[in-house]
């Protein structure tokens, strides 16, 4: 469903311009979890920005069902990084997740209501009412992945989603992810830079070179489902996985034994 | 409670008697500063096709504005006998009522801050006073001291305390708790906490007042020689709109206009190097 | 204890600090201390304040002075917010009128009395004038540094749910300045009242609380009564800025909350 050929992004330009992006290829197909793993200030969020129609590269282009994207599609959401940024502090949790909805021509009971089932998926029917900043880290990242389900992308693009929250909640948040996807018919496109979350959450990691980012390895992985944090961790595919994520993150060339 | 920062204005960087170095300098103003003469032209072909009494060109003021001020001799920078009666009398107003205002109000800030107990006291005396629009005071003023600079300098100082003290209060109050016990710790005497720790701490904040104080003494000078003084500009202006002589009036509010602007620029100036040798001393010690 | 209760009630200790100064000038005055024909009793002054207080033609000039106060802010905020918004939302507009804003704002708003005592002959007309060019300038730099303000990712957040620039404007932009808005107003509302006030003393034929004070001048016991009208108007200033505060405080809870401010 997702098609990327050779997206390149500069950013600048003369002697200060900064290449983020050197030339990415990447196919997705529908219903897949790929995980983008690479080292911090790679270019990752740029990618992102680039698939959300949110910045134009400077070359290549990012299909979706088969149109360009030029401005942002219908059919996408996007949790940010920065999700205490991204919701909005003057309303509340509940408008937080409704106002998207408007843009679909929902009514405004109908927009009540699938802003509530999407907060009961993420366990926190309690705080419709409450403001996101009478909320923890956790519990805003959790709204803003209620305010991304109650849009029902076809694509969901998630930035280190669980980037600044504890392990608990991370652990939680992870295996939420792994849930509703199976309730919902979504692609996702899940940005880290923890190989361990990479592996356990993904279908696929991609892996990424520091900037200008390229891919330097793409593996499958398959392990025997459901997965659950103590079990799936322990598993030797796991074990692998994780050591070969890892050193392609720290770009050493991969092991001739598990290229793909 | 606090006069908010964002009032002030973000572009000391627009300074357009700065001395730009080279080529780059010149574009760089005149891509900022073309509307300026361009908005002029409009105000002269508007004014002149215009063509009622109270709407002279600036060309008219500019003329009206040079006889009456600048006709004298170069030996005084051409500053008419007028212009030497006038202005300097208002700048001294203005200056002192400021200068006053800053002492008094810093010096009641800093108590009020430190004192937990006296803000307790005084604080709504000192909202209260606050909330007196200052001009209402010349009524009040006229009949006591009759007019002249007492009662000028004391409606200047009434109005303009306010930020400083506040702000003052608000700088003192919230020194970093670390430097005070720093300051505790070493056995600092109370006047060398005073000097070395609080007053320098609060001088962003007090700066910020004195700032906001004085575009306010400007409008109070202004006011308190409208309603009485017999000199000053803004005696003249009065006079002016009393003689039905709009291009003089235009002329006053043009110099008055000028003086504010260049009143912020040189505080501008002073609170920038102030506030660097601030940040510089910070992290020397 | 009962001193710490004391103490630690900054209600009880603020009424304390006000009786007090009434006292001791009320003592200054009765122990001839203070000439009286300068300084009225203070007993005097406070049964004025009363009396004022039911006095209809001096209601009647507060209603002025308020009237056109309010008319004045309104005219403000209804012209100046837009612009600003528009101001705010081109860069290279507000390059290019940022200079003249930075001319125009150092004319000290009095000055212009004068010039529309001349033009506007109709009183009101002309306060409502002179307010909203003194109060225009802390509306619209307030509008302007909120706009700047505004959270890129909070921007983003919309445009990637596939929302216009319009909508983006109107959804996020000025939810987000108008904590900062509201504080223009606000400082606009002091000098709003500054304004009207001095455009009553100087104008005549006009009415207000400015009109009345002249007016009172003349009579003989009429220092008492502007010393009592001077009280009501820093009243009228104390009510007008505290509404102001606590409409903000009620409104935008979610700033003051996430900013931590206080007060
Ligand atoms: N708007 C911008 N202008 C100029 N440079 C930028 C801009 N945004 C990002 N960059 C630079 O591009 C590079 C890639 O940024 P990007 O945000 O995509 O990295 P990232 O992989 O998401 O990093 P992180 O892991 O820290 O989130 C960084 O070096 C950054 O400094
Ligand atoms: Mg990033």
Same mark, same amino acid.
């Given at each position: 469903?997702?098609?990327?050929?050779?997206?390149?992004?500069?950013?600048?330009?003369?002697?200060?311009?900064?290449?983020?992006?050197?030339?990415?290829?990447?196919?997705?197909?529908?219903?897949?979890?790929?995980?983008?793993?690479?080292?911090?200030?790679?270019?990752?969020?740029?990618?992102?920005?680039?698939?959300?129609? +949110?910045?134009?590269?400077?070359?290549?282009?990012?299909?979706?069902?088969?149109?360009?994207?030029?401005?942002?599609?219908?059919?996408?959401?996007?949790?940010?990084?920065?999700?205490?940024?991204?919701?909005?502090?003057?309303?509340?949790?509940?408008?937080?997740?409704?106002?998207?909805?408007?843009?679909?021509?929902?009514?405004?009971?109908?927009?009540?209501?699938?802003?509530?089932?999407?907060?009961?998926?993420?366990?926190?029917?309690?705080?419709?009412?409450?403001?996101?900043?009478?909320?923890?880290?956790?519990?805003?990242?959790?709204?803003?992945?209620?305010?991304?389900?109650?849009?029902?992308?076809?694509?969901?693009?998630?930035?280190?989603?669980?980037?600044?929250?504890?392990?608990?909640?991370?652990?939680?948040?992870?295996?939420?992810?792994?849930?509703?996807?199976?309730?919902?018919?979504?692609?996702?496109?899940?940005?880290?830079?923890?190989?361990?979350?990479?592996?356990?959450?993904?279908?696929?990691?991609?892996?990424?070179?520091?900037?200008?980012?390229?891919?330097?390895?793409?593996?499958?992985?398959?392990?025997?489902?459901?997965?659950?944090?103590?079990?799936?961790?322990?598993?030797?595919?796991?074990?692998? +996985?994780?050591?070969?994520?890892?050193?392609?993150?720290?770009?050493?060339?991969?092991?001739?034994?598990?290229?793909? | 409670?606090?006069?908010?920062?964002?009032?002030?204005?973000?572009?000391?960087?627009?300074?357009?008697?700065?001395?730009?170095?080279?080529?780059?300098?010149?574009?760089?103003?005149?891509?900022?500063? @073309?509307?300026?003469?361009?908005?002029?032209?409009?105000?002269?072909?508007?004014?002149?096709?215009?063509?009622?009494?109270?709407?002279?060109?600036?060309?008219?003021?500019?003329?009206?504005?040079?006889?009456? @001020?600048?006709?004298?001799?170069?030996?005084?920078?051409?500053?008419?006998?007028?212009?030497?009666?006038?202005?300097?009398?208002?700048?001294?107003?203005?200056?002192?009522?400021?200068?006053?205002?800053?002492?008094?109000?810093?010096?009641?800030?800093?108590?009020?801050?430190?004192?937990?107990?006296?803000?307790?006291?005084?604080?709504?005396?000192?909202?209260?006073?606050?909330?007196?629009?200052?001009?209402?005071?010349?009524?009040?003023?006229?009949?006591?001291?009759?007019?002249?600079?007492?009662?000028?300098?004391?409606?200047?100082?009434?109005?303009?305390?306010?930020?400083?003290?506040?702000?003052?209060?608000?700088?003192?109050?919230?020194?970093?708790?670390?430097?005070?016990?720093?300051?505790?710790?070493?056995?600092?005497? @109370?006047?060398?906490?005073? @000097?070395?720790?609080?007053?320098?701490?609060?001088?962003?904040?007090?700066?910020?007042?004195?700032?906001?104080?004085?575009?306010?003494?400007?409008?109070?000078?202004?006011?308190?020689?409208?309603?009485?003084?017999?000199?000053?500009?803004?005696?003249?202006?009065?006079?002016?709109?009393?003689?039905?002589?709009?291009?003089?009036?235009?002329?006053?509010?043009?110099?008055?206009?000028?003086?504010?602007?260049?009143?912020?620029?040189?505080?501008?100036?002073?609170?920038?190097?102030?506030?660097?040798?601030?940040?510089?001393?910070?992290?020397?010690? | 204890?009962?001193?710490?209760?004391?103490?630690?009630?900054?209600?009880?200790?603020?009424?304390?600090?006000?009786?007090?100064?009434?006292?001791?000038?009320?003592?200054?005055?009765?122990?001839?201390?203070?000439?009286?024909?300068? +300084?009225?009793?203070?007993?005097?002054? +406070?049964?004025?304040?009363?009396?004022?207080?039911?006095?209809?033609?001096?209601?009647?000039?507060?209603?002025?002075?308020?009237?056109?106060?309010?008319?004045?802010?309104?005219?403000?905020?209804?012209?100046?917010?837009?612009?600003?918004?528009?101001?705010?939302?081109?860069?290279?507009?507000?390059?290019?009128?940022?200079?003249?804003?930075?001319?125009?704002?150092?004319?000290?708003?009095?000055?212009?009395?004068?010039?529309?005592?001349?033009?506007?002959?109709?009183?009101?007309?002309?306060?409502?004038?002179?307010?909203?060019?003194?109060?225009?300038?802390?509306?619209?730099?307030?509008?302007?540094?909120?706009?700047?303000?505004?959270?890129?990712?909070?921007?983003?957040?919309?445009?990637?749910?596939?929302?216009?620039?319009?909508?983006?404007?109107?959804?996020?932009?000025?939810?987000?300045?108008?904590?900062?808005?509201?504080?223009?107003?606000?400082?606009?509302?002091?000098?709003?009242?500054?304004?009207?006030?001095?455009?009553?003393?100087?104008?005549?034929?006009?009415?207000?609380?400015?009109?009345?004070?002249?007016?009172?001048?003349?009579?003989?016991?009429?220092?008492?009564?502007?010393?009592?009208?001077?009280?009501?108007?820093?009243?009228?200033?104390?009510?007008?800025?505290?509404?102001?505060?606590?409409?903000?405080?009620?409104?935008?809870?979610?700033?003051?909350?996430?900013?931590?401010?206080?007060?």
């Amino acid at each position: 469903m997702l098609e990327i050929s050779n997206l390149t992004h500069t950013y600048g330009s003369g002697p200060s311009a900064h290449n983020a992006l050197g030339g990415i290829d990447l196919n997705v197909s529908e219903g897949e979890l790929v995980c983008i793993v690479g080292p911090s200030g790679c270019g990752k969020s740029t990618l992102l920005r680039s698939i959300a129609g +949110l910045l134009r590269p400077t070359g290549g282009q990012v299909v979706l069902n088969g149109a360009p994207v030029a401005q942002t599609p219908d059919d996408l959401a996007v949790v940010f990084q920065d999700y205490s940024r991204s919701l909005f502090p003057w309303m509340s949790v509940a408008d937080n997740i409704s106002l998207p909805l408007r843009r679909k021509g929902e009514g405004r009971k109908q927009r009540a209501r699938s802003a509530m089932e999407a907060l009961e998926q993420v366990g926190l029917a309690g705080a419709a009412d409450k403001y996101p900043w009478e909320l923890s880290g956790g519990m805003q990242q959790r709204v803003s992945i209620a305010r991304a389900l109650a849009y029902r992308p076809a694509l969901m693009l998630m930035d280190e989603p669980f980037g600044s929250v504890d392990a608990q909640t991370r652990e939680d948040l992870e295996d939420l992810t792994l849930r509703v996807r199976g309730h919902h018919n979504m692609t996702i496109l899940l940005i880290t830079h923890d190989i361990d979350e990479s592996v356990y959450v993904g279908d696929r990691v991609v892996v990424l070179s520091k900037a200008p980012a390229r891919i330097v390895g793409d593996l499958r992985v398959d392990l025997p489902g459901p997965r659950d944090q103590i079990n799936t961790r322990e598993h030797p595919d796991f074990v692998r +996985l994780r050591a070969e994520v890892g050193r392609l993150v720290r770009g050493m060339r991969t092991s001739p034994a598990s290229a793909s | 409670m606090k006069h908010s920062a964002p009032a002030s204005p973000k572009s000391s960087g627009t300074s357009p008697g700065g001395s730009p170095s080279g080529l780059r300098g010149v574009a760089r103003a005149v891509s900022r500063l @073309w509307l300026v003469p361009v908005a002029l032209v409009l105000w002269e072909i508007g004014t002149r096709a215009a063509d009622t009494p109270y709407f002279p060109s600036p060309t008219t003021i500019a003329v009206k504005m040079r006889e009456m @001020w600048l006709n004298g001799p170069a030996s005084r920078l051409w500053l008419s006998d007028l212009a030497l009666e006038n202005f300097p009398p208002s700048l001294a107003r203005l200056f002192a009522g400021w200068a006053l205002a800053g002492v008094a109000g810093i010096v009641l800030g800093v108590m009020l801050g430190r004192s937990v107990l006296l803000a307790r006291f005084v604080d709504p005396l000192v909202h209260f006073g606050r909330a007196i629009p200052p001009p209402m005071l010349l009524p009040l003023l006229i009949p006591l001291m009759s007019i002249g600079t007492q009662m000028q300098l004391t409606t200047i100082v009434f109005g303009v305390i306010w930020p400083v003290l506040l702000n003052t209060v608000d700088g003192a109050r919230y020194v970093d708790r670390q430097h005070m016990e720093t300051a505790r710790v070493f056995g600092l005497s @109370w006047g060398q906490r005073l @000097w070395r720790v609080i007053l320098p701490s609060s001088t962003p904040k007090i700066f910020a007042g004195l700032r906001l104080s004085l575009s306010l003494a400007l409008i109070l000078m202004v006011i308190s020689e409208l309603v009485g003084s017999t000199n000053g500009i803004g005696f003249q202006l009065r006079a002016a709109e009393r003689a039905f002589d709009p291009p003089a009036l235009w002329g006053a509010i043009v110099v008055l206009g000028l003086l504010g602007y260049v009143l912020n620029l040189a505080f501008f100036a002073i609170e920038r190097r102030v506030l660097s040798w601030h940040r510089a001393a910070k992290q020397t010690t | 204890m009962t001193r710490q209760a004391v103490l630690g009630n900054r209600v009880l200790c603020g009424a304390l600090g006000v009786a007090g100064l009434l006292l001791v000038m009320e003592a200054a005055g009765r122990a001839e201390l203070v000439d009286p024909t300068v +300084l009225p009793l203070t007993s005097t002054i +406070l049964t004025r304040v009363a009396e004022l207080a039911v006095d209809e033609e001096f209601l009647v000039n507060v209603g002025a002075t308020m009237t056109a106060w309010g008319l004045g802010l309104l005219l403000t905020v209804a012209v100046t917010v837009p612009l600003g918004l528009l101001l705010g939302s081109l860069p290279r507009l507000e390059t290019a009128v940022r200079p003249l804003i930075e001319f125009l704002r150092p004319i000290p708003s009095v000055a212009l009395i004068p010039l529309a005592i001349l033009i506007f002959p109709d009183r009101l007309d002309l306060k409502i004038a002179v307010i909203f060019y003194a109060s225009c300038w802390p509306v619209l730099i307030n509008t302007m540094y909120g706009l700047q303000d505004v959270d890129p990712v909070a921007k983003e957040t919309l445009r990637s749910f596939g929302f216009g620039p319009l909508a983006v404007l109107w959804r996020v932009s000025l939810p987000s300045t108008a904590p900062f808005i509201a504080t223009g107003v606000r400082l606009a509302g002091g000098i709003a009242l500054i304004l009207a006030i001095s455009a009553e003393l100087l104008a005549g034929g006009s009415d207000g609380i400015g009109a009345y004070v002249i007016k009172a001048g003349s009579s003989p016991d009429g220092l008492e009564f502007i010393i009592a009208a001077t009280m009501w108007a820093g009243i009228l200033g104390v009510v007008t800025n505290s509404l102001f505060i606590g409409a903000e405080r009620r409104l935008f809870r979610w700033h003051t909350a996430r900013a931590g401010v206080t007060g």
